[in-house]
């Protein structure tokens, strides 16, 4: 039974602007709050209306937003995480990525359900908000230079606090000094990271943002219902065993390769040539029972247990404190480079987080600037005497710092893969793997998981939305087993489930234990704000944040040719599980049967009664009657 004496579902955001040191509070209309509940959907309206068109990242009239969604805070498994949302530094259209953690419960323990920075400050500052949510803004000079960790440690103890009682995000040296692919992090390996948000919130001067873990619950009606769906969402995630649950994505190197899907060496092979013994050692049980796991940091209400510091404890760097990596760390510094130590592996990995870069775009610079270097396009001379030879381990932490100081080539590779390969030249432009809009694919070789290389070409945001690795397909109309190189159902299905991912990072909660499953969610916005809200609903949700992120990267200029693989990123493999496998002939239909699906032109753009249905008119007359062709 709902409880009625609980509150209606309120969205309280705090605004910064940082140009004038005012900060202020606002409330959303009732409508607004359940059209977009939060995170993603909500970041794409407030883009949408108050981001000029045309500007660069860079302006201070930009948006730097951290969100959180109507569960964040409550008992749902993984509920403790934020999305940031900006016009990224990347592809210059929307960015929404999230991270985990606790963060984000506690934002919500602090009465708010997020924060809005606009303007730009003149030197550095960070925000602290305490445990009755009251905010201020902090001198951040003597932080500037240090790195994540240092950034968090320093912030505790100038606090007078233990670690957990104390959420802190922030940004490296990276961010600090634009590098397009800085990355935003929290409590020490936790990730925002895609499409250069931590260069946005550099262009603020905003070093880090802090909370004291507040002391407002948040509001549930119906806790026997919440309850019920936490269990429900709990139960398969435990039952899957020691995968996931205990290991994390650790043991994803073995399986992956198996399938033909881990990168090797920017994309030449599919053959990774190490032996068995140090193949052996990128497993989830290894690394537990040699990397002498420490003390856990779990996410707020998550039921696995793969969050752990570390201790490096062979190699040139044993001794060395580390965060457990995520497999999309181990895929990235790993076969991609030609490096086959595991414990070098979690250093570079632990490099990456505490300089404040994007795990991603990292491998794919370095192996794209490695294989220029074995071509000579690139030289010693170029490279400032480094040699980046695969699997040079000290090379590659060397360039990670120039590249986060923007030195010497770093300062191109700074970039990004896309724009690096073009002021590179002499032939760069066709091995670097990236999509067109200008970021780059996850942590697999996509020419054997064409759904995700479409998907991410596609993507609004710059980053993979659909997989159908992880969802139900049956909830979206879809067999529940779909034939991973047939192009036309992959067009289908792409549409079919677009929105679903948005609706789930509007609702911020772990994809690890939701599962993209639209239904359990919606049952849970129902518990939690005492509406009557359904699996159409939340669909809803998630098309209009993809159709206002459509519109915003419209008007400023991404267009339908923007949609595609560069051509390595497009290739056909050579060897390996996925061989002779070419999405390329398809891509153009497989293009315009996703823009039918969608309800959108042949250009991709939102036809006005698309737009209507989900309330979006005056994006409509924007798109159409102010700027017809």
């Known amino acids: 039974m709902a409880d009625t004496h609980a509150q209606d579902y309120v969205m309280r955001l705090l605004r910064v602007d940082l140009s004038e040191g005012a900060i202020s509070r606002e409330e959303l209309e009732p409508a607004a709050a359940r059209a977009y509940l939060g ?63 606790v963060f984000g419960a506690y934002l919500r323990f602090c009465g708010l359900n997020g924060l809005v920075f606009q303007g730009a400050s003149q030197k550095w500052v960070y925000l602290l908000i305490d445990q009755q949510g009251d905010a201020h803004l902090r001198d951040a000079s003597h932080l500037a230079g240090k790195d994540t960790w240092e950034t968090e440690e320093a912030i505790v103890q100038e606090l007078g606090r233990r670690e957990r009682e104390v959420g802190v995000v922030s940004i490296g040296p990276a961010g600090e000094n634009l590098v397009r692919w800085a990355s935003v992090m929290g409590e020490k390996g936790h990730a925002a990271a895609h499409n250069g948000v931590g ?22 009606r119906d806790e026997a219902g919440l309850a019920k769906v936490a269990k429900a969402i709990i139960e398969p995630v435990i039952a899957r065993g020691s995968g996931v649950h205990y290991y994390g994505t650790l043991n994803g190197v073995q399986s992956n390769y198996a399938r033909g899907n881990l990168p090797v060496k920017n994309y030449t092979t599919n053959v990774w040539e190490i032996s068995e013994e140090q193949f052996a050692k990128f497993s989830g049980p290894y690394m537990h029972e040699h990397f002498e796991p420490k003390r856990i940091h779990p996410c707020w209400a998550c039921p696995n247990r793969h969050c752990h510091f570390m201790t490096i404890t062979e190699g040139p760097y044993s001794g060395m404190v580390v965060e457990e990596p995520e497999y999309e760390q181990l895929s990235a510094f790993s076969a991609n480079l030609g490096i086959n130590e595991v414990a070098s592996v979690m250093m570079l990995a632990n490099t990456v987080d505490r300089l404040g870069l ?24 170029d490279t400032g005497g480094l040699e980046l030879t ?26 990004g893969v896309a724009r690096a390969v073009r002021e590179i030249g002499r032939g760069a432009e066709e091995i670097g793997v990236y999509t067109v809009k200008g970021a780059t694919p996850r942590g697999h070789d996509h020419r054997g998981r064409w759904t995700e290389m479409f998907d991410t070409c596609v993507s609004e945001s710059g980053a993979l939305d659909n997989t159908l690795f992880v969802a139900d397909l049956t909830q979206f109309g879809l067999p529940a087993q779909v034939n991973g190189f047939d192009p036309d159902m992959l067009a289908k299905a792409e549409a079919r489930m677009k929105g679903a991912m948005q609706f789930e990072d509007s609702m911020v909660t772990c994809r690890f234990n939701t599962r993209m499953n639209v239904k359990l969610l919606s049952e849970a916005v129902s518990a939690v704000t005492g509406w009557d809200f359904t699996f159409e609903e939340a669909m809803q949700v998630g098309r209009r944040a993809v159709n206002l992120m459509r519109a915003f990267n419209i008007r400023n200029g991404i267009t339908n040719e923007m949609d595609r693989p560069s051509p390595r990123y497009g ?7 996925a061989a002779g496998q070419a999405i390329a002939p398809h891509f153009d239909r497989m293009l315009q049967q996703y823009y039918a699906f969608m309800g959108w032109d042949e250009t991709g753009r939102p036809l006005p009664e698309t737009l209507k249905a989900l309330g979006l008119d005056k994006v409509a007359a924007d798109l159409w009657e102010q700027n017809s062709p």
């Open 199 to 220: 260069a946005v919130m550099g262009s603020k001067k905003l070093k880090a943002i802090v909370l004291l873990r507040g002391e407002t619950s948040v509001p549930v």
């Open 390 to 415: 695969w699997g040079n381990v000290e090379a590659v932490r060397e360039m990670l710092h120039r590249i986060a100081r923007r030195e010497g080539v770093g300062d191109i590779l700074a970039e």
């Open 358 to 381: 994007d795990t991603n775009e990292a491998g794919w610079v370095l192996s794209c600037a490695m294989e220029c270097y074995e071509r000579g396009i690139l030289t010693a001379e």
């Open 39 to 101: 995170g993603c959907a909500l970041g794409a309206r407030i883009m949408y209306d108050e981001v000029p068109a045309g500007i660069p990242w860079s302006d201070p009239r930009n948006r730097f937003m951290v969100l959180t969604g109507p569960l964040t805070g409550t008992r749902v498994p993984g509920s403790g995480g934020y999305t940031v949302c900006a016009q990224g530094a990347l592809t210059g259209g929307t960015a929404s990525t999230q991270a985990q953690g």
């Open 571 to 577: 290739s056909t493999p050579t060897d390996g599980p």
